[in-house]
């Protein structure tokens, strides 16, 4: 894990870390203070001099440290009509992330965050999969982006997902140091059942998140239950095929006893034919899941197709009549490109 590293040119951040590890970094004599520090952080203050129960020579000692709060900055913002907000956040290396706040029916607030600057994994349906991977980001800059789509909330956001630009399991240690800092009852205090990781299917981070006993909710992007077809859409299909996939999912599912989430993104002439119905429920067999249907969300740079009403119902019935169970997720954001697989790190 990136420890303590959220490095502008010469200062650290303290976002991220919890109070003994902000204690030890400021060698503060007095405990208390390393808690006071950290329940402003976790408020979302933006300078040390904000921290107003400190004495006011600690907040300028503090300011004038090697020590930092936040190392982005908001770069853009956009807001989409359904409520929806997306935030492109500039590195201190200058390179552009997007997070998004997504408003459901019951305004119920849910941050979707990123965990790598770009990804390496290639998916053919995501626009992030276009970009190369230019870094895994550390456990501030993920805590950074929650606490500025907080900062721009209309309420609390409560729920957190895992499904911005790159793939958490390519940056496991990370992702969970921020699930902690998210969970964490003296601060943002986020139930784990309210955080949701979602992984393109890379079975080491299945097994580990399995090993290490996280509660929080696993979603894996299956797209298609035909090694052949997934293989072309999602490289790593070659590496972890479905019947790896699947050996990994039922032993996460018989250590954490949790029903998880297929995400099935519905292709136009790819994988949503009555054969892609039945090998999705004979894929389903032996496994508690339900899949998250999400008809493909349109791209420039993309060459696939959203299928029509008529078609994505014709599916839906055939996973009727085979007995799966499935909801369907209504597009948000698709006006800000701020929807699903549609991030991409380009400034608007
Ligand atoms: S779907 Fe996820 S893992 Fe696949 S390319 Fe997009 S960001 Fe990467």
């Given amino acids: 894990m990136e420890s303590l590293t959220d490095k502008t040119d010469t200062k650290i951040s303290l976002i991220g870390m919890n109070p003994s590890e902000i204690s030890s970094c400021l060698q503060l004599k007095k405990g208390f203070q390393a808690k006071q520090i950290y329940r ?8 040390f001099s904000e921290m107003t129960d400190l004495p006011a020579s600690l907040r300028s000692s503090l300011e004038e440290s090697s020590f930092c709060l936040y190392t982005t900055e908001v770069a853009a913002v956009q807001s989409d009509d359904d409520g929806t907000v997306k935030l492109g956040l500039r590195l201190f290396d200058g390179s552009i992330i997007e997070c998004v706040l997504l408003r459901d029916k019951t305004d119920g607030l849910t941050a979707c965050l990123s965990s790598q600057s770009g990804c390496a994994m290639g998916c053919k349906f995501c626009r992030t999969g276009t970009l190369k991977l230019r870094r895994s980001l550390t456990y501030g800059e993920i805590c950074e982006q929650f606490l500025l789509l907080q900062s721009n909330a209309p309420g609390k956001i409560d729920h957190v997902v895992f499904m911005g630009m790159g ?3 390519a940056n496991i240690d990370n992702v969970l140091k921020a699930v902690e800092f998210l969970h964490d009852e003296n601060g943002i205090n986020l139930s784990m059942r309210r955080i949701t990781i979602s992984t393109c299917g890379v079975v080491p981070g299945i097994n580990e998140l399995a090993k290490r ?24 299909n070659r590496a972890y095929n479905l019947s790896t996939l699947k050996a990994a999912l039922k032993n996460f599912q018989s250590v954490s006893g949790r029903r998880f989430t297929f995400e099935y993104c519905m292709i136009k002439n790819v994988n949503i034919s009555d054969l892609d119905a039945r090998k999705l429920a004979s894929f389903c067999k032996s496994l508690t899941v339900i899949v998250n249907l999400i008809p493909f969300n349109p791209c420039p740079e993309l060459d696939f197709q959203t299928p029509s009403r008529e078609e994505i119902n014709h599916f839906c019935r055939k996973l009727d009549e085979l007995g799966v169970p499935y909801t369907i997720r209504i597009s948000r954001g698709r006006g800000i490109k701020g929807a699903c697989g549609q991030l991409a790190g380009k400034l608007q």
């Fill in 40 to 47: 402003w952080i976790t408020r979302g203050v933006k300078s």
């Fill in 167 to 169: 793939e958490p399991f």
């Fill in 213 to 236: 006993r996280v509660p929080v909710k696993l979603a894996v992007s299956l797209v298609s239950a035909d090694d052949t077809i997934r293989s072309s859409i999602m490289p790593v």
